[in-house]
């Protein structure tokens, strides 16, 4: 059974970081993509950044580019997603995901991603 459990939310002020984290058990995770995603109160579930299993390339939500970081550690089963010059636009809860082993899909959808951690609330105050 594969799980994804994503630590490291918190409470933080405007121009902080913080750093999540992601960790994949029962399958093989350096084949998957890795996406994070987020969901802000009222709002629908919107993509913030994936990273490929295929090339290591990225991806991010203009509205992260140059203020967040994915990154992946295969040895670690763990993605991780460095997060600075928070802004409370930024406040949701964030969900790691992985693909299906060695899938090359739309790294932007959700609804490409087949496992999904349980969430982790950040919180920026301004």
């Known amino acids: 059974q594969v799980q994804l459990v994503e630590s490291g939310g918190g409470l933080v002020q405007e121009g902080g970081s913080l750093r999540l984290s992601c960790v994949v058990s029962?399958?093989?995770?350096?084949?998957?993509?890795m996406g994070w995603f987020r969901r802000a109160p009222g709002k629908e579930r919107e993509f913030v950044t994936a990273i490929l299993w295929s090339s290591s390339r990225t991806y991010y939500a203009d509205s992260v580019k140059g203020r967040f970081t994915i990154s992946r550690d295969n040895a670690k089963n763990t993605a991780y997603l460095q997060m600075n010059s928070l802004k409370p636009e930024d406040t949701a809860v964030y969900y790691c995901?992985?693909?299906?082993?060695?899938?090359?899909?739309?790294?932007?959808?959700?609804?490409?991603?087949?496992?999904w951690g349980q969430g982790t609330q950040v919180t920026v105050s301004s």
């Open positions: 995901a992985a693909s299906k082993p060695y899938y090359s899909g739309r790294y932007y959808l959700s609804s490409d991603y087949n496992y």
């Open positions: 029962g399958r093989t995770f350096s084949g998957s993509n």
